[in-house]
């Protein structure tokens, strides 16, 4: 297999044989606990490569968007599992083709729409907020006071809107199986008396099960255990971030290098803001091919590198990273682990060129899936 990627534009490139790794583990994990896995497209929607999917048993997958909704259905061929955070009275029908399972976010929406679509013909869902998630960047708490996400269990008193009989509730983000055991050890104790009655629970994303240090056996034992207590409740589970984690990588180029107070900034042909927006927001600091990533504090050292952005955002940087021999003009710099959360959340912004799709295959060979040019930036804005 070359590990060289042989072209000169910026590249997403995805690695067939690793997808298919983390699909395997992750139709294990489905079966070894009876919980049913979704893909969430929020954090992956690239559907060229939904065949693959496919041929490893995944075809439903978990929606937020009208968009995200009939991409499901047109690609992967079902309908999907929705969440969103409001539906409108309008749009409502649409959701209803394109998917199987409605969650509501609170019990005025669940009462309002299916007061207003009477006809029972589709599972719904409501999501709670049991009012503790162990994510301790606020931007991604859904469980923060005042939070906007679900109902907690002191506005229910053990009661359901008309038609709804499933709980969803997301509480992870890159999380274990120890901080699942205690979201549901607060579920089983403030929502027990509607527990019993519910026929559906969805337990959201952020389980990182495909991350190495996830421990699959105590995730299979916590779950086998709550089946076993409540047997009549069909158990779900999407994550987003798991299936792509470890899958593919960005390719960039060195266009300039700059030094200014003693900091020596590589300038590539990619933009942070653009193509690893996590990267500013969270923020942490992506690996690097090759390189090592050193403390934020820069050192003037050879080597010793800012990456730089080519948007006109000031802090369209990072780093700093020591290469093991100076950068030069044309180098390749490849970000490791860029295809959750990236090519879903690029923008056009500044008019900064797409970088291509591409698929690494199996038997080495590079399919380019689709290349973006000016009619795309001009379209995505009209
Ligand atoms: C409701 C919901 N489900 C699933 C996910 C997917 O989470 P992850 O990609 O961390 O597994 C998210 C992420 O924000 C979410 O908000």
Redesign the pocket.
């Known amino acids: 297999m070359s590990n060289q990627y042989p072209y000169s534009h910026p590249a997403y490139v995805a690695e067939e044989a690793l997808l298919r790794k983390n699909l395997r583990l992750i139709k294990r994990v489905e079966e070894a606990t009876g919980a049913k896995i979704l893909v969430?497209f929020?954090?992956f929607a690239q559907w060229r490569l939904f065949p693959i999917f496919k041929e490893e048993g995944f075809d439903e997958a978990?929606v937020?968007s009208l968009f995200e909704a009939r991409l499901a259905y047109e690609e992967l061929g079902k309908q999907g599992h929705a969440?969103s955070p409001a539906y409108t009275v309008e749009d409502f029908p649409y959701w209803k083709q394109y998917c199987s399972t409605i969650t509501f976010n609170s019990c005025s929406q669940a009462t309002q729409l299916l007061a207003h679509y009477p006809d029972s013909d589709r599972h719904y869902n409501l999501?709670i907020n049991p009012g503790y998630s162990p994510v301790e960047t606020a931007l991604?708490n859904?469980a923060m006071p005042g939070s906007r996400f679900g109902v907690p269990a002191k506005e229910l008193q053990d009661s359901l809107p008309q038609g709804v009989d499933g709980l969803?509730f997301?509480l992870?983000?890159?999380g274990n199986s120890f901080q699942l055991e205690k979201i549901l050890s607060i579920v089983e104790r403030d929502f027990e008396g509607i527990l019993k009655k519910v026929k559906r629970l969805n337990m959201?994303?952020?389980?990182?099960v495909t991350h190495p240090e996830y421990n699959l056996d105590h995730l299979v034992s916590v779950l086998r255990c709550f089946s076993q207590k409540y047997p009549w409740i069909e158990l779900t589970m999407?994550?987003?971030?798991?299936f792509a984690l470890g899958t593919g990588y960005l390719v960039s180029h060195v266009v300039d290098l700059v030094k200014h107070d003693g900091i020596a900034t590589a300038i590539l042909d990619v933009s942070f803001t653009c193509h690893m927006p996590d990267c500013l927001e969270m923020p942490y600091q992506p690996a690097v091919r090759g390189a090592e990533s050193l403390p934020l504090s820069f050192s003037s050292e050879k080597g010793v590198y800012r990456l730089g952005g080519n948007s006109c955002l000031s802090g369209d940087y990072l780093g700093c990273w020591r290469f093991e021999k100076p950068l030069s003009i044309g180098d390749e710099v490849i970000f490791e682990d860029m295809l959750?959360?990236t090519m879903v959340k690029t923008t056009m912004f500044n008019g900064i060129a797409h970088p291509d799709l591409v698929l690494h295959k199996e038997d080495g060979s590079y399919q380019l899936l689709r290349h973006y040019d000016y009619d795309d930036y001009k379209q995505r804005m009209s």
């Open positions: 969430a929020k954090a978990a937020s969440f999501r991604y859904p969803h997301h992870l983000c890159e959201g994303g952020g389980h990182f999407e994550p987003g971030s798991a959750h959360y």
